[in-house]
């Protein structure tokens, strides 16, 4: 298993690739369109830790406690998205989902209708994007190719927290926050006790193979080689993941 820092430095790096790539199309999206911003989005242990992190640095925990108790409803899928790509590589009956997806917006949003949190936003929401302005005509499309993309990086991601929690986002953010407190109030007294996972969260797993569309693979080949090469300290990336292409 990773371990923790070498995640989080792992996924910063994921996150500016991945930013890099989407700068080259052709995007309608624009701070203020919120139509995405949902209560579905899903995140992996590291990048609540990483969310954990940034808002700790900027005095905004209580903030974040305060956001959590107005969460309402959420979108909470039965399966991972590396369980959804073994099933389909497989050739397995996709199982289906219990509850449907809830698209009341995100508790995180301002009265601007922009992310209070945009810079430390999980991949799920990063990886929107549709070529015309959904707010305008009702519905997004997305390019076929940063479709796969995302899908391939979201498969990385969850392969880098294998182990871990996996799960909405306001499912696994009070779940850490209540493990941060517990550990450390067990550490005041001196005791070791297991700590609980919410009962809404999955397991993430480690990746299965990539699910990419056949007429796609010599982009993705590329997309792929390139974020792997990207160095983080003395390593790079597909060496830390211990993926070959």
Not at 54 to 78: H, I, M, N
Not at 96 to 102: K, L, P, T, Y
């Amino acid at each position: 298993m990773i371990n923790s820092s070498q995640a989080i430095a792992a996924l910063q790096e994921i996150y500016r690739f991945h930013a890099s790539w989407v700068s080259e199309l052709d995007l309608a999206c624009h701070k203020g369109c919120a139509a995405c911003c949902t209560r579905n989005v899903t995140v992996t242990e590291a990048e609540g830790q990483l969310i954990l992190n940034g808002l700790q640095e900027q005095a905004q925990l209580d903030w974040l406690s305060q956001r959590l108790q107005l969460k309402g409803p959420t979108g909470r899928p039965v399966m991972t998205t590396n369980e959804w790509a073994r099933d389909c590589l497989e050739g397995r009956e996709i199982r289906a989902q219990e509850s449907d997806q809830i698209l009341a917006p995100c508790p995180f949003l301002d009265q601007n209708q922009s992310c209070s949190m945009y810079s430390l936003r999980p991949f799920s929401c990063r990886c929107f994007g549709s070529s015309v302005d959904c707010v305008r005509t009702g519905m997004a499309e997305q390019p076929d190719i940063l479709m796969e993309v995302n899908t391939v990086t979201l498969q990385i991601i969850e392969h880098l927290g294998q182990g871990n929690c996996w799960g909405n986002m306001l499912d696994v953010l009070p779940m850490m926050i209540r493990k941060n407190e517990s550990r450390q109030e067990n550490k005041n007294r001196g005791e070791l006790r297991p700590e609980k996972t919410g009962q809404y969260l999955r397991q993430a797993k480690p990746l299965p193979g990539f699910l990419v569309m056949p007429d796609q693979q010599a982009e993705i080949q590329d997309y792929l080689t390139g974020l792997f090469a990207v160095q983080i300290d003395s390593s790079n990336l597909g060496t830390i993941l211990q993926i070959n292409l």
